[in-house]
C-alpha cells in the first residue's frame, strides 16, 4: 500500500497576523462634543495617539489625543463625525500609524490618512511607519551636487543643491502652482512626492491634468488634503508625504518633496491648538504651530544615502513678507524664491524676483565661473531697476553713465532669458552657457574685456 505523505502547513503569515492583533482593548466613551473636538471619559492613552470613535450607524472613525480637561480625553477626528452620540464607544489603538509602500506607489494620489482617492485599488508592499525621525546631523552628508529643475531664472541665479530645502514666497494669484507643476515635470529628480494642503478641490484636478500632467505624474506620488478636510487631516497629510519621500530616499534616490502650501499645514495647526485650549500669540498663531513646522522641513536634506530636496510653497497675506508663518519659514530653510505680483502683472512668467530671492548653498554647489556670471546678472539688473523711473520719463541722459547706459542695452537681453513659457525646458549646461553670454557682454560694454 503506498504511503501518503501531507505537505506542511505554512502558519508563518498567521503568526505574523496575531503579531498585530491589539491583545488589550482600552475602551471609553464619548461625553461632550464642543466645535471639531470630542471628549471621551478614557481610554488611558497619552498624547498623540490614535483612538477609533464608534458611531451607532457602524463607521469608526479615527481621532487623535491633542490634550486633556481635568479626566478627559480631547480628541480631533480624522474624518467628519456627523451621526455621534453621547456614549458612543472609544477604543485606544496601539499599533503605530503607516503607510504600505512600495515602488508601485508612483503614479498614484492618496488622501491624507495614506488612502488611494484614484480608483486604482489598494497599496500593497512593506508598511512604513508616519511619525518618523529626522536623520541625525552628523549622519547626513554634505550638499555639494547641484539639482536642475529645468527653470532658466532658477538654475541661473538660484541654483538648488540636492538635499536644500527652498521656499516659494508669493501672495495668491502669482503662479506658484503653475511653476510647481513645471519643475515637478522637468527636474533632474527620481522621484516626486507632491504635498497639496488645503487647496481647492477643483484645483487638485487641474494641477494634476494641466499642471503636473501625464508625464509629470508618472514619476510622482501625490497626496492631497483639501480645504474642506478636518485639520488634523491636513496636517497629518504632509508627513504622509514626508514618509513617502523618505522611503524613496533609503532606495538611494534622488526625491524632489513638494507642499503647497507650507502656509495652510501652520493654519491647520493653529486650528488643533485652538481647539486643544492653546493660547494664541503671534497673529492668533500658537506655539505648536512654530514647534511643528521644523519637525516637518528637518526631516527632508541629505541623509547616508540618497537625498529629498524640498520645495515648499508659502502664501503671504498681502504679498507681506513679515507674515509670522513666512518669517519662521525663511529661518528654516536654506533659501527663498520670492515672485513679484508686479511681474506677474505685466506677463512675466515665472514671476521670480532675482533681486529679492536667494540661495544660500549656491555658491557651494556651481562653478566659480557660474558664480561670477550670476553676480553680474544680478548688478546689470539692480542697475536697471535702480534707475528705471527716471529712465521711463526721460529724465536721464544717455552717456552720462556707462553701467546704467550697458544695463539699458543688455535688459531685453535679460529678460528674454529670464522669461520662460509654461512647459518649456532649458538643460542646465545650456542654461549656465546663456548666463555667461550675458555677463561677458557686460564685461566688453563697459571695457573690461576685448
Given at each position: 500500500?503506498?504511503?501518503?505523505?501531507?505537505?506542511?502547513?505554512?502558519?508563518s503569515r498567521l503568526h505574523q497576523a496575531l503579531e498585530k492583533v491589539e491583545l488589550v482593548d482600552y475602551q471609553g466613551t464619548v461625553v461632550r462634543v464642543v466645535g471639531s473636538t470630542v471628549e471621551s471619559a478614557g481610554p488611558v492613552?497619552?498624547?498623540?495617539?490614535?483612538?477609533?470613535?464608534?458611531?451607532?450607524?457602524?463607521?469608526?472613525?479615527?481621532?487623535?489625543?491633542?490634550?486633556?480637561?481635568?479626566?478627559?480625553?480631547?480628541?480631533?477626528?480624522?474624518?467628519?463625525?456627523?451621526?455621534?452620540?453621547?456614549?458612543?464607544?472609544?477604543?485606544?489603538?496601539?499599533?503605530?500609524?503607516?503607510?504600505?509602500?512600495?515602488?508601485?506607489?508612483?503614479?498614484?494620489?492618496?488622501?491624507?490618512?495614506?488612502?488611494?482617492?484614484?480608483?486604482?485599488?489598494?497599496?500593497?508592499?512593506?508598511?512604513?511607519?508616519?511619525?518618523?525621525?529626522?536623520?541625525?546631523?552628523?549622519?547626513?552628508?554634505?550638499?555639494?551636487?547641484?539639482?536642475?529643475?529645468?527653470?532658466?531664472?532658477?538654475?541661473?541665479?538660484?541654483?538648488?543643491?540636492?538635499?536644500?530645502?527652498?521656499?516659494?514666497?508669493?501672495?495668491?494669484?502669482?503662479?506658484?502652482?503653475?511653476?510647481?507643476?513645471?519643475?515637478?515635470?522637468?527636474?533632474?529628480?527620481?522621484?516626486?512626492?507632491?504635498?497639496?494642503?488645503?487647496?481647492?478641490?477643483?484645483?487638485?484636478?487641474?494641477?494634476?491634468?494641466?499642471?503636473?500632467?501625464?508625464?509629470?505624474?508618472?514619476?510622482?506620488?501625490?497626496?492631497?488634503?483639501?480645504?474642506?478636510?478636518?485639520?488634523?487631516?491636513?496636517?497629518?497629510?504632509?508627513?504622509?508625504?514626508?514618509?513617502?519621500?523618505?522611503?524613496?530616499?533609503?532606495?538611494?534616490m534622488d526625491v524632489l518633496f513638494m507642499m503647497d502650501s507650507l502656509t495652510r499645514f501652520a493654519q491647520a495647526q493653529r486650528e488643533i491648538g485652538i481647539a486643544a485650549g492653546e493660547p494664541p500669540t503671534t497673529k492668533g498663531y500658537?506655539?505648536?504651530?512654530?514647534?511643528?513646522?521644523?519637525?516637518?522641513?528637518?526631516?527632508?536634506?541629505?541623509?547616508?544615502?540618497?537625498?529629498?530636496?524640498?520645495?515648499?510653497?508659502?502664501?503671504?497675506?498681502?504679498?507681506?513678507?513679515?507674515?509670522?508663518?513666512?518669517?519662521?519659514?525663511?529661518?528654516?530653510?536654506?533659501?527663498?524664491?520670492?515672485?513679484?505680483?508686479?511681474?506677474?502683472?505685466?506677463?512675466?512668467?515665472?514671476?521670480?524676483?532675482?533681486?529679492?530671492?536667494?540661495?544660500?548653498?549656491?555658491?557651494?554647489?556651481?562653478?566659480?565661473?557660474?558664480?561670477?556670471?550670476?553676480?553680474?546678472?544680478?548688478?546689470?539688473?539692480?542697475?536697471?531697476?535702480?534707475?528705471?523711473?527716471?529712465?521711463?520719463?526721460?529724465?536721464?541722459?544717455?552717456?552720462?553713465?556707462?553701467?546704467?547706459?550697458?544695463?539699458?542695452?543688455?535688459?531685453?537681453?535679460?529678460?528674454?532669458?529670464?522669461?520662460?513659457?509654461?512647459?518649456?525646458?532649458?538643460?542646465?549646461?545650456?542654461?549656465?552657457?546663456?548666463?555667461?553670454?550675458?555677463?561677458?557682454?557686460?564685461?566688453?560694454?563697459?571695457?573690461?574685456?576685448?
Amino acid at each position: 500500500m503506498e504511503k501518503r505523505t501531507d505537505s506542511l502547513v505554512d502558519f508563518s503569515r498567521l503568526h505574523q497576523a496575531l503579531e498585530k492583533v491589539e491583545l488589550v482593548d482600552y475602551q471609553g466613551t464619548v461625553v461632550r462634543v464642543v466645535g471639531s473636538t470630542v471628549e471621551s471619559a478614557g481610554p488611558v492613552v497619552g498624547v498623540g495617539q490614535l483612538c477609533g470613535i464608534h458611531l451607532r450607524n457602524g463607521r469608526r472613525v479615527l481621532a487623535e489625543v491633542v490634550g486633556f480637561k481635568d479626566d478627559h480625553l480631547i480628541l480631533l477626528p480624522m474624518e467628519h463625525i456627523e451621526g455621534i452620540s453621547p456614549g458612543d464607544p472609544v477604543t485606544a489603538r496601539t499599533t503605530p500609524r503607516h503607510i504600505t509602500l512600495s515602488k508601485a506607489v508612483l503614479g498614484r494620489v492618496l488622501n491624507g490618512l495614506g488612502e488611494p482617492i484614484d480608483g486604482k485599488g489598494p497599496l500593497s508592499g512593506q508598511e512604513v511607519p508616519i511619525d518618523g525621525a529626522s536623520p541625525p546631523p552628523l549622519t547626513r552628508d554634505r550638499i555639494c551636487q547641484p539639482l536642475s529643475l529645468g527653470i532658466r531664472s532658477i538654475d541661473s541665479m538660484l541654483t538648488c543643491a540636492k538635499g536644500q530645502r527652498v521656499g516659494i514666497f508669493s501672495g495668491s494669484g502669482v503662479g506658484k502652482s503653475v511653476l510647481l507643476g513645471d519643475i515637478a515635470v522637468s527636474s533632474a529628480a527620481d522621484v516626486n512626492v507632491v504635498a497639496l494642503i488645503g487647496e481647492r478641490g477643483r484645483e487638485v484636478r487641474e494641477f494634476l491634468e494641466e499642471n503636473l500632467r501625464p508625464e509629470g505624474l508618472a514619476k510622482s506620488v501625490v497626496v492631497v488634503a483639501t480645504s474642506d478636510a478636518p485639520p488634523i487631516q491636513r496636517v497629518k497629510a504632509a508627513f504622509v508625504a514626508v514618509a513617502i519621500a523618505e522611503y524613496f530616499r533609503d532606495l538611494g534616490m534622488d526625491v524632489l518633496f513638494m507642499m503647497d502650501s507650507l502656509t495652510r499645514f501652520a493654519q491647520a495647526q493653529r486650528e488643533i491648538g485652538i481647539a486643544a485650549g492653546e493660547p494664541p500669540t503671534t497673529k492668533g498663531y500658537c506655539p505648536s504651530v512654530f514647534s511643528l513646522m521644523p519637525r516637518l522641513v528637518e526631516r527632508l536634506g541629505t541623509a547616508q544615502k540618497g537625498s529629498i530636496t524640498g520645495i515648499m510653497t508659502v502664501l503671504v497675506e498681502g504679498d507681506d513678507l513679515t507674515d509670522p508663518v513666512a518669517d519662521c519659514a525663511r529661518s528654516l530653510l536654506d533659501g527663498h524664491i520670492v515672485l513679484s505680483r508686479r511681474l506677474a502683472e505685466r506677463g512675466h512668467y515665472p514671476a521670480v524676483d532675482i533681486l529679492a530671492s536667494v540661495s544660500r548653498l549656491m555658491n557651494s554647489v556651481v562653478s566659480p565661473e557660474h558664480r561670477q556670471a550670476a553676480m553680474k546678472v544680478r548688478e546689470i539688473y539692480a542697475t536697471y531697476t535702480d534707475a528705471e523711473d527716471l529712465i521711463s520719463i526721460g529724465a536721464f541722459s544717455p552717456g552720462s553713465n556707462k553701467r546704467i547706459d550697458g544695463a539699458v542695452g543688455l535688459i531685453d537681453m535679460i529678460k528674454a532669458f529670464l522669461i520662460q513659457p509654461s512647459g518649456q525646458r532649458t538643460p542646465f549646461d545650456q542654461t549656465v552657457k546663456q548666463l555667461c553670454a550675458i555677463a561677458d557682454r557686460w564685461d566688453r560694454l563697459l571695457g573690461l574685456k576685448q
